[in-house]
């Protein structure tokens, strides 16, 4: 081994070790730090025995053992352990050495962060990991962002250890300033909530309208994934489906229906109010986890409230390409959205995303790359201030195939009483995102009748504000504020 390690990590839980081990086989040398030294001692002498990297039991003894620019990955809890650890660390650091965030940070976090380390003189890095354990040790996606100056430096390491395209290209490049990278991981993980929320209605729908058992349904999956579908998610679903308890009997059918979710769905959601997109598929997916845990009142909810006993009649094999249908229609909605919700933030935060260059990240490695992925690559490179992908041609075809099914999906889930809240929500965006003219006419009226908002009108020019005395009673003074 050399004398000195080529980038250190802090933090040996499941990523932080298959990260290591990632790096290691790519020839380069690493070494490690666990508050609980007693897992660096482990881990030495478990899977990381005869490789390169070195243990630390203290944090002056990991920064010592690195080459300068030193470059320290953290990979702890999101919070306050990331600050505590950062005001750990800038004692120990000279000017220029690299702190990087490999966690599931908030990206008001990152922001902060970076600002905070480049005043002590040092450098930054908030960097999205997405793919899970597997993804960690063979080839994660990956999404940095904060201080430009850093890249150059962890780029060979980052690009080494990511996954790859079919031509070669790493999962992996420079996303922005501050918390750009932590930003496109929060939206990545908004659609991954997404994903798995279309896919499991589409499960129910299957499984209680269609009286479908779990093999049954293994074999949907199945052929779902070879075409349009084709994706992680819908891999690991015709997977998990086949997978046989002890008993023989399907496993899933065993799982209790809670969900559980660590925030970054919500994070995504909060932030597309704060800025004004309608993300409504990411939106419904986290409420329906948050559903899904109210488990107890549920139970007792199905004893008192009443509803229509599901009951299928028509063709059930065209009615599951309708429903295959209704899920990539629905799939197309929510990249569209969390698409425009980076477009936003990008002119927000003035971070100068490559859209083209994030369809690409998310190809390999991560949980939501799919086939499609590609193609919103090439719809950002033909056309890069497209205002929503579903105006792109190729998505405008795909979504004008699918819709008949998508609405009659809609249609029978709802006529036979079952919940399918992001497939009915992207929907119903699409129908709102096409219609040349809502309902808001009414809605302003009503707000200048009770709060004098004001509103526009269609015969005078755009940027003039009027207020009606509605009652007769009010007077001739309006609200200042006026939002559209």
């Not at 559903?291 to 028509?314: C, D, H, Y």
Request: charged residues 25%.
């Amino acid at each position: 081994m050399k004398n000195k390690s080529d980038i250190g990590l802090i933090g040996l839980a499941v990523m932080g070790e298959n990260l290591v081990l990632n790096m290691e086989s790519k020839g380069f040398q690493v070494s490690v730090f666990n508050r609980t030294t007693q897992k660096v001692d482990d881990f030495l002498a478990g899977r990381a025995k005869g490789k390169r990297i070195t243990g630390a039991h203290t944090i002056e003894e990991l920064i010592s053992s690195l080459e300068r620019p030193r470059k320290i990955m953290i990979m702890v809890k999101a919070g306050k352990a990331v600050d505590e650890m950062i005001d750990t660390l800038i004692p120990h650091l000279s000017p220029g050495d690299i702190i990087i965030d490999g966690g599931n940070t908030h990206f008001p976090d990152t922001n902060r962060r970076t600002a905070y380390v480049e005043s002590k003189g040092m450098l930054y890095i908030g960097t999205g990991v997405s793919g899970g354990e597997e993804g960690a040790l063979l080839g994660p996606s990956i999404m940095p962002g904060g201080s430009k100056k850093a890249w150059p430096s962890v780029k060979p390491i980052f690009q080494a250890i990511a996954a790859k395209v079919d031509d070669g290209t790493p999962c992996c490049d420079w996303v922005g300033e501050n918390g750009a990278g932590h930003f496109v991981k929060m939206v990545h993980n908004g659609i991954e909530y997404g994903d798995m929320q279309l896919i499991t209605e589409a499960y129910q729908i299957m499984r209680d309208l269609l009286n479908m058992n779990a093999d049954e349904m293994h074999i949907v999956f199945k052929e779902w994934n070879k075409g349009d579908l084709d994706s992680y998610l819908i891999e690991i679903t015709r997977d998990i489906l086949a997978y046989k308890d002890t008993d023989g009997k399907p496993l899933v059918d065993k799982i209790l229906d809670t969900a559980g979710q660590k925030g970054t769905g919500k994070w995504t959601a909060v932030t597309a109010l704060d800025l004004g997109i309608p993300l409504t598929l990411i939106g419904e997916a986290v409420f329906s986890r948050c559903l899904s845990a109210m488990k107890e009142e549920r139970v007792q909810a199905s004893k008192i409230l009443n509803g229509p006993k599901p009951m299928f009649t028509g063709d059930k094999t065209r009615f599951i390409s309708d429903l295959k249908d209704a899920v990539y229609a629905s799939k197309l909605v929510s990249y569209a959205q969390g698409y425009a919700l980076m477009r936003a933030a990008a002119e927000e935060y003035k971070w100068d995303l490559n859209y083209g260059g994030i369809a690409l990240m998310w190809r390999g490695g991560c949980i939501i790359r799919s086939a499609f992925l590609g193609k919103i690559k090439e719809a950002f490179d033909n056309n890069p201030s497209i205002s929503n992908l579903l105006l792109y041609p190729f998505f405008k075809e795909k979504i004008d195939k699918a819709q008949a099914g998508w609405r009659n999906v809609v249609a029978t889930a709802v006529s036979n009483g079952i919940p399918a809240p992001s497939i009915s929500s992207a929907l119903g965006y699409y129908d709102g995102y096409r219609c040349e003219k809502l309902p808001a006419n009414l809605l302003q009226a009503q707000r200048d009748y009770f709060g004098a908002h004001t509103y526009e009108r269609t015969d005078k020019p755009g940027g003039e504000f009027f207020h009606t005395n509605w009652t007769g009673r009010g007077g001739t003074t309006a609200s200042t504020t006026y939002n559209v």
